[in-house]
């Protein structure tokens, strides 16, 4: 299984950005489909959340500002954020649980390769 994030970029504040994950390989089931964030010197925190049954959650930092979805079919996650401020700059990560095949018994995490959001004036 592999994750490959897009979307990154330099924006001025104000400014929006799309990021996108793709799952690909062996892929049963999904569960949770999530993105991290790390920012230079800090703990990588968690963003916003999608479930299984398309129930979105978010930190308080991006709350209004930031909408996670996902394409069940094409096993994609997106995030788009708006509104952007010099504050979300960071390394972002996509983050999946998912069951590779049915034997499995439990949902593992895979960790996509982080993208580069600088918000900047």
């Known amino acids: 299984v592999q994750l490959q994030a897009s979307g990154g970029g330099s924006v001025r504040p104000g400014g929006s950005l799309r990021l996108s994950c793709v799952a690909s390989g062996s892929i049963f089931a999904t569960n949770n489909m999530n993105w991290y964030r790390q920012a230079p010197g800090k703990q990588r925190e968690l963003v916003a959340t999608?479930?299984?049954?398309?129930?979105?959650d978010y930190a308080d930092s991006v709350k209004g500002r930031f909408t996670i979805s996902k394409d069940s079919f094409k096993n994609t996650v997106y995030l788009q954020m708006n509104n952007l401020k010099p504050e979300d700059t960071a390394e972002y990560y996509c983050?999946?649980?998912?069951?590779?095949?049915?034997?499995?018994?439990?949902?593992?995490?895979?960790w996509g390769q982080g993208t580069l959001v600088t918000v900047s004036s």
């Open positions: 999608i479930t299984s049954r398309n129930d979105p």
């Open positions: 983050n999946v649980e998912l069951k590779s095949n049915p034997l499995q018994t439990r949902f593992y995490a895979y």
